[in-house]
């Protein structure tokens, strides 16, 4: 595994990267919103759960298409188009999806939207890679710290304007007017997020190496965990923690929260410590946090228990897409997109998968199996690891040996 310590590569917050952070927030609050959202659009509209589901599998497959697309749009188009056209495409997609229309319209919004926020992590998560060299992990993890706060922030807001006369649209149509404000902030300069894609542009579409695919391999095991205790862990609360439904859905916050603060140390230490070393330590840290979890009962140890295992699945997100994009050979946006892609199939997958499972044998025993991800995500680290120059400045690259 790399060496551990380097000389501090402090990230550079010029005003391209702030606005790289500020795309990646925009994902954050989209999808978040979404989710907050949903019920309270199925209240309004008279949906079953199944005919609601139409809305979430929209945003499942524009989240993929954007993902895929994205590599293609910047070599036509550039970088700095992907970021306007993604931010424009969150406005419409909000738009349409609080408009009040019939379902097939209403459908076309988590599509648009998620198309535009996939597109715009993508963009943001290469450029900060390849403007940043080797302060990229330190800056991709402050990013994402901007991510998870305006998750929080979307679900404050979705729910405390459902409870005014403005109602719940008022939590979402602030991202309509957020995204607008971002792209007239931006301005013309667009061509300053174009660094590192001219070779992309003038190069033949060279084939991706595999430790690429062993990098992404590795993220999605560790994100199949994250998104099914999202998504499942209420229940878990309810059984093992005796809480009720709401309390337990709001304790799940213990986990983004959790993943905040696993981004605001984290994004320190990688200004020091080599990312490999980090990111073993954070699936350890999370192996840890859910086997505690698995383990105690009553509310009190298991939200503790959450706040853990967030801590160390913040940090698997920004490691590992910087991991894959750095074992590219050269070519981010297509590492970025694809990885991306990966995790919208398995956002897909892993719940359903732990559901039946749960169904099967308890939800406590469904989760326990999920541990082989960590395991086997630990073992990959280990055989197949993704080497890094140490180097002293922050604009200096860095690239697979």
Known sequence: MTGAVHPRTRPIRDRETVFAYASLGLLGWFVYGFGASLTLLRDD??????????LSAALAIGGITGSLGAARFVERWGRGALLRTGALLVAA?????????????????????SLGAGISAVGASAFLEARQGAAA???????????SVTSLLATFAVGVAATTVLGWRAGMALLVVMAIALEVARGRRLAAFDVGTQAERIAPRSRLPSLMW?????LILLTSVELTLLQWGADLLRERGGLGAAAASASISAIVTGMILGRLVGSRIVERISGE???????????????FTLLVAGPLLMILGFLITGSGIGMH???????????????????????????????GIAPFFLAALA??????????????????SF??????????????GPSATRSPQ
């Open 93 to 113: 997609g909000t738009t349409i999806y609080i408009s009040g229309g019939p379902l097939w319209w209403t459908a076309l919004g988590p599509f648009l939207g």
């Open 359 to 376: 169904d099967a044998w308890g939800i406590r025993t469904a989760f326990a199996v999920m541990l082989a991800c960590f395991v086997v």
């Open 379 to 392: 073992i990959l680290l280990l055989a197949k690891p993704v080497p890094e120059e140490q180097v002293s």
């Open 45 to 54: 509209q008279g949906l079953t759960r199944v005919t609601a589901s139409v």
């Open 317 to 347: 997100f920004p490691l590992g897409i910087s991991r894959a994009m750095r074992a590219s050979a050269g070519q981010p946006d297509r590492a970025a997109g694809l990885t991306s892609a990966g995790i919208g199939i398995v956002s």
């Open 277 to 291: 070393r980090v990111f073993a330590g954070a699936i350890i840290l999370a192996a840890v946090g859910f086997l």
């Open 214 to 218: 062993w990098a992404i391999l590795t």
């Open 137 to 147: 992990d330190a800056a991709i993890t402050e990013g994402n710290v901007v991510a």
